[in-house]
């Protein structure tokens, strides 16, 4: 576990986050840090990894317009939502990029927008180590503590049909 004591030592420091638009009841006074770990090895070496970190607030949002469907066409954009249901954009959520070689590592955020008690989602993705798939992994639970350490996250991979050569 000093990954994951490091890892939180760095989540004090690492305390700049994009929080302009992120969703109502956001910015918490007091942020509550991540320290997370994952195989790095399911990325792809020298590409960034993506972090987002979805606050109560921005699931609720995300859910109540979870049953509507967005096509794309020449036409132009479609939403079709069920009746009683509105669309509504969700907020965009904090947003934080690591390097695979700093996942090897463990890595930390601090996260403005989850307030202690508060149900989160953080979703990592990023290109696979194959070049062509995504990887990524996704943890949810409620900020019981200002220190949170999730270790050894399971990593999934999309399973596209790749093009090998020519």
Do not use: K
């Amino acid at each position: 576990m000093p990954r994951t004591l490091a890892a939180l030592a760095l989540a004090a420091l690492a305390t700049t986050a994009c929080t302009e638009q992120l969703a109502p009841a956001a910015q918490a006074t007091t942020p509550v840090r991540f320290a997370l770990s994952l195989d790095a090895r399911a990325f792809m070496p020298g590409t960034t990894v993506e972090v987002e970190v979805w606050n109560e607030a921005a699931l609720a949002a995300r859910a109540r317009s979870g049953d509507c469907m967005i096509g794309h066409s020449a036409a132009g954009e479609e939403i079709i939502c069920p009746p009683g249901v509105t669309y509504q954009p969700p907020p965009t959520p904090e947003r934080f990029t690591f390097t695979v070689d700093e996942l090897g590592h463990g890595f930390a955020i601090a996260a403005l927008s989850i307030g202690r008690g508060e149900a989160y989602e953080i979703a990592i993705g990023g290109r696979a180590a194959d070049g062509c798939n995504h990887a990524g992994a996704t943890a949810r639970g409620v900020a019981d503590r200002d220190e949170i350490a999730l270790a050894d996250l399971d990593v999934f991979s999309t399973t596209m049909a790749c093009r090998t050569g020519g």
